[in-house]
């Protein structure tokens, strides 16, 4: 059996048909400090995960020959907990649905940045540490007649047994509130985590907008908000 230690950094898998994708996302993931094993579908990722399970992370493409991407991740569940990050050029509402509803952990289109890769890369693998490879399951707030139901894994949101849809920014600027739960959190924090850019005054208003748009689905008094509070002078808090 290969014998594969994972550096310091941790050991990802890169699935990939495209040789040249792999050959590029080991060279940027060796630069980090990672090592890097690659497999050229689904079929061979799984072949893989069988004989070194210890993976920190996989970054998985959807469209692949033979087993897809969401197939293989499906089943690649008997061999490790690892996370899949999906690295798609599929890039719909449905195509993010269907690979969280395959197991994957988070889905990054194509194009993208390294910056913005290395970022998703480092968080999936921190968290997969911290807990072990185990969900850390559903959230709730409130009360338990009317209580909020957040599942970050399936990226779900649900009150009083109904789903409350939000889009995908309004999504990531929740669960990073609710990764940080009990921190106040500034503008400026908030802005370059979710949108992934560099901080301008002009910032302020999509951050406000947001906020007012998640307690408008969210909280039953929007006006007077008791879920994502602001802290006057410092920024947004979830208790």
């Known amino acids: 059996m290969e014998n594969v230690a994972a550096a310091a950094g941790g050991l990802i898998l890169v699935v990939d048909d495209e040789a040249e994708i792999r050959q ?31 993976v920190d992370l996989i970054l998985m493409d959807i469209m692949m020959p033979g087993l897809s991407g969401l197939d293989a991740c499906r089943r690649l569940r008997v061999y490790t907990k690892a996370p899949v990050l999906f690295l798609t050029a599929r890039n719909t509402e449905g195509d993010k649905e269907a690979a969280y509803d395959n197991g994957g952990d988070d889905f990054l289109p194509k194009p993208f940045s390294q910056a913005e890769l290395m970022m998703k890369v480092g968080s999936l693998i921190r ?24 599942d970050a894994h399936t990226r779900r949101v649900r009150k009083r047994e109904e789903e409350i849809r939000l889009t995908d920014k309004e999504m990531e600027l929740f669960l990073f509130l609710m990764n940080h739960r009990g921190e106040v959190l500034d503008v400026k924090t908030l802005y370059e985590a979710v949108w992934k850019s560099k901080y301008m005054p002009s910032s302020d208003n999509n951050i406000m907008v947001y906020i007012q748009r998640l307690r408008k689905k969210l909280e039953d008094d929007p006006a007077n908000p008791v879920l994502i509070r602001t802290v006057y002078g410092r920024g947004y808090q979830i208790d």
């Not at 968290?127 to 957040?150: C, I, N, S």
């Open 24 to 54: 590029l996302l080991r060279i940027l993931l060796n630069k980090k400090g990672y090592q890097v094993m690659e497999a050229a579908n689904g079929e061979q990722a799984l072949q893989q995960l069988a004989r070194a399970p210890g």
């Open 127 to 150: 968290r997969y540490r911290v807990y072990g490879g185990e969900q850390r399951g559903q959230e709730r707030f409130g009360k338990p007649a009317d209580a909020l139901m957040v």
